[in-house]
Each structure stands twice: as C-alpha cells, then as structure tokens.
C-alpha cells in the first residue's frame, strides 16, 4: 500500500515536471523571438551606419594624401635650400683653393 501510494506521487510529480518543463521551453521560444527581432534591428541600423564610417574613412584618407602631399612640398623646398647652400660653399672652396 506504501508502495503504491509512493509510485503515484512520483508520477504526479514527474507530470508536473513536465508540464513546467513545457511552459518554460514556450517562454524561452517567446524569449527567442524577441532576440532575434532585436538582432536584426540592430544589424539593420549598423548596416545604415556603414555608410556614414565609410564617408569619414575615405575623408581621413584624402585630409592624408594633403597632408602628406604638403609634406614633400616643404621638404623638398627645404632640401632645395640646402642643396644651393651647400653647393656655394663647395663653389667657394673651389675658389679658394685657386687663389
């Protein structure tokens, strides 16, 4: 009679089990969708950002290429300046020497 009685509390708490089982796993498939609905929004808005990081990067890039073209203009006006220097020096050593 013990006997009994125990096997019909654990089959009434194994339907319970899982009947909690199956609600949890219906919340979980209501928690999913909503990830997934989120997921895409997100993907959505970063792809409609791409374009504005694209618009910077190649701004960056050009702001570069001037900088960088303004660079070999002041350097080679420098060593410009400096070749003449040293060539008068060297023309002046020339003359000296055939003083």
């Given at each position: 009679m013990l006997v009994?009685?125990?096997v019909i509390?654990?089959?009434?708490?194994?339907?319970?089990?899982?009947?909690?089982?199956?609600?949890?796993?219906?919340?979980?498939?209501?928690?999913?969708?909503?990830?997934?609905?989120?997921?895409?929004n997100i993907t959505r808005k970063a792809e409609s950002l791409d374009a504005v990081f694209e618009?910077?990067?190649?701004?960056?890039?050009?702001?570069?290429?001037?900088?960088?073209?303004?660079?070999?203009?002041?350097?080679?006006?420098?060593g410009k300046v400096f070749a003449k220097k040293r060539k008068n020096r060297k023309f002046r050593e020339k003359e000296n020497i055939y003083e």
């Open positions: 009994d009685a125990l509390l654990i089959y009434i708490c194994l339907i319970i089990f899982i009947i909690t089982l199956i609600v949890l796993c219906i919340k979980l498939i209501g928690t999913l969708s909503r990830v997934d609905y989120l997921v895409e618009l910077i990067e190649n701004t960056t890039n050009r702001f570069g290429m001037i900088g960088n073209t303004i660079t070999g203009y002041i350097s080679g006006f420098i």
